[in-house]
Nanobody
Framework: QVQLVESGGGLVQPGGSLRLSCEWPGFSLKTYSVAWFRQVSGQEREGIVCISSRNDEIFHVDSFKTRATISRNNGKVDLQMNGMKADDTAVYRC???????????????WGRGTQVSVSA
């Protein structure tokens, strides 16, 4: 079973950038498709972007196309988001699977998440 750990959360200034990292300690995520999601308490989980294990093809949720970037970095998968707003405050989680699914229920392995708060 893949055990994912997210890092890089915390307080972000409005208008600033966020950079998160997803790793499987001791292993590489190179052969997995990895996606980033976020969730606000009481609301539905929201997909952001996914990088596929097939040629690193990237799939964005439309609303994040212009400001979310996903990349592989030495066996980890990073998320960068620009133009952060108060509405972006959420728990951000990464998930791994054999491919990028359009529904979060397709992902079998999840990290616990990292809290991101956008505030001055």
């Amino acid at each position: 079973q893949v055990q994912l750990v997210e890092s890089g959360g915390g307080l972000v200034q409005p208008g600033g950038s966020l950079r998160l990292s997803c790793e499987w300690p001791g292993f590489s995520l190179k052969t997995y498709s990895v996606a980033w999601f976020r969730q606000v308490s009481g609301q539905e989980r929201e997909g952001i972007v996914c990088i596929s294990s097939r040629n690193d093809e990237i799939f964005h949720v439309d609303s994040f196309k212009t400001r979310a970037t996903i990349s592989r970095n030495n066996g980890k998968v990073d998320l960068q988001m620009n133009g952060m707003k108060a509405d972006d405050t959420a728990v951000y989680r990464c998930a791994a699977a054999d491919r990028c699914y359009s529904d979060y229920r397709g992902f079998s392995d999840w990290g616990r998440g990292t809290q991101v708060s956008v505030s001055a």
